[in-house]
């Protein structure tokens, strides 16, 4: 089975940056869409970033012009960079996978990863 792993979460004050990882474990995923998401605690799991097979990225208006998304398939690594963070950004981040990107934009994927824990306070 394919796996995905973020790491790069951590805690951090209101106005600071994180860029957090996600790395597959073969290369079978650098033809499919990939996509950010994110839940806190209480609330639904929310997608925030897609990212089609040519790159180009779309974003949640949560984070628009806060958070950028990238890839390096060569790396087979999903990247997502965090500037201005607010305490609502706190939440678990997961990465995952699939080759409709509609899906991911329902909540749906064939490929999840684990999730990495970010915290911002104020």
């Known amino acids: 089975q394919v796996q995905l792993v973020e790491s790069g979460g951590d805690s951090v004050q209101a106005g600071g940056s994180l860029r957090l990882s996600c790395t597959a474990s073969t290369y079978t995923l650098n033809t499919f869409p990939m996509a950010w998401f994110r839940q806190a605690p209480g609330n639904e799991r929310e997608a925030i970033a897609v990212l089609e097979r040519d790159n180009s990225a779309t974003y949640a208006d949560s984070v628009k012009g806060r958070f950028t998304a990238s890839r390096d398939k060569a790396k087979k690594t999903l990247y997502l960079q965090m500037d201005s963070l607010k305490p609502e950004d706190t939440a678990v981040y997961y990465c995952?996978?699939?080759?409709?990107?509609?899906?991911?934009?329902?909540?749906?994927?064939?490929?999840w990863g684990q999730g990495t824990q970010v915290t911002v306070s104020s």
């Open positions: 995952a996978a699939d080759r409709f990107p509609q899906k991911l934009w329902r909540g749906s994927a064939e490929y």
